[in-house]
């Protein structure tokens, strides 16, 4: 069964500072990627997804991410945060044979103004 | 066009009761799936539905645990006899098509229990 490991729990930042967010998973064969992000008092919505292709994957807000297939991991990034960042970011894997993500148990960012 | 709905928003409810949550799909989705959220916790997968094809179950927790999807559309998450440990976000999302694994997913704002 595949697993997906986000190792920061918590993150608080200063405005500008840089982000990375880790994402792990463990899964031998091909996958689809995903990371989330859930605003304060708002449904989650996709931040950015990676299929195949390019592996450094650009997304909304400017976001990107960066597939490393020989170390597993999918890791978030964002040069200069804001305080409108502050949100709860999770991390899925879909192995492209299935149809059912697995997630993570996410990142609580807050960022300071 | 509308986006996932789920209601209520809150519910309340004593350890033993049974609870009926609620998911409207974005109109067109066929897929549709039902997680649960646990504070500190990550998305829990619990069921899954694909147009008129029997539900993967696999994620349920129990057999108190049941959901129906009616005419493709709006589904139904049944808890019986509802436990202290029950108290979680019940998220619903639906996606174009579960036939595919890349579908993104639309979530809805979720249902809050609270088992007394």
């Known amino acids: 069964a595949q697993s997906v490991s986000q190792h920061n729990h918590h993150v608080i930042l200063s405005e500008a500072a840089s982000l990375e967010l880790g994402c792990n998973y463990s899964?031998?064969?091909?996958?689809?990627l995903f990371w989330y992000v859930q605003y304060p008092g708002q449904h989650l919505q996709l931040l950015l997804k990676?299929?195949?292709?390019?592996?450094l994957v650009k997304g909304i807000k400017g976001f990107e991410a960066e597939f490393i297939k020989s170390k597993f991991s999918f890791n978030l990034r964002k040069p200069s945060v804001q305080w409108s960042d502050t949100a709860e970011y999770f991390c899925?894997?879909?192995?492209?044979?299935?149809?059912?993500?697995?997630f993570g148990r996410g990142t609580s960012l807050i960022v300071h103004p | 066009g509308a986006g996932v709905s789920q209601s209520p928003s809150n519910k309340v409810t004593e350890k033993g009761k049974d609870v009926e949550l609620r998911c409207d799909p974005i109109?067109?989705?066929?897929?549709l799936y039902w997680y649960r959220q646990s504070l500190g916790q990550g998305l829990e997968f619990l069921i899954y539905?694909?147009?008129?094809?029997?539900?993967?179950k696999s994620g349920l927790p129990s057999d108190r645990f049941s959901a129906e999807r009616t005419g493709g559309s709006v589904s139904t998450l049944t808890i019986q006899r509802t436990q202290q440990e029950d108290s979680a976000v019940y998220l619903c999302?639906?996606?174009?098509?579960?036939?595919?694994?890349?579908?993104?997913?639309?979530f809805g704002p979720g249902t809050r229990l609270t088992v007394l």
């Open positions: 999302a639906s996606s174009t098509s579960g036939t595919s694994s890349y579908n993104e997913q639309f």
């Open positions: 899964y031998g064969g091909t996958v689809n």
């Open positions: 990676y299929f195949s292709g390019d592996p």
């Open positions: 899925a894997v879909n192995a492209k044979s299935s149809y059912i993500p697995t």
């Open positions: 109109s067109g989705h066929t897929a």
């Open positions: 539905f694909q147009g008129n094809s029997a539900p993967d």
